[in-house]
Nanobody
Framework: QVQVAESGGGLVQAGGSLRLSCAASGSDFSPNAMGWYRQGPGKQRELVATVTSGGGSTNYADSVKGRFTISAYNAKNTVYLQMNSLKPEDTAVYYC?????????WGQGTQVTVSS
């Protein structure tokens, strides 16, 4: 049973930083890719950033480029999202997603709230 667990959300003032972590467990295989999505109040879930196995390729939403950095620690099937210069519009539930062979798995989400 594959499990995906996020941590690191919280309340921060605009301009501040947070670091999210996500760990995948329960599989003998390493993820092909890992990523972060978010869903703000009244909005659809959207891609934030993804990284391929080995960290060879990253992809970011335009809205977070230059402020967020995704990185992977493959030995522990862990992915991080460093979020700097946070804005109130970054407020959302952030979800971790992993791609493992032909399957995809989601975490339960972690709340990030940015106050103005």
């Amino acid at each position: 049973q594959v499990q995906v667990a996020e941590s690191g959300g919280g309340l921060v003032q605009a301009g501040g930083s947070l670091r999210l972590s996500c760990a995948a467990s329960g599989s003998d295989f390493s993820p092909n890719a890992m990523g972060w999505y978010r869903q703000g109040p009244g909005k659809q879930r959207e891609l934030v950033a993804t990284v391929t196995s080995g960290g060879g390729s990253t992809n970011y939403a335009d809205s977070v480029k230059g402020r967020f950095t995704i990185s992977a620690y493959n030995a522990k099937n862990t992915v991080y999202l460093q979020m700097n210069s946070l804005k109130p519009e970054d407020t959302a539930v952030y979800y971790c997603r992993i791609w493992l062979r032909e399957y995809t798995y989601w975490g339960q989400g972690t709340q990030v709230t940015v106050s103005s």
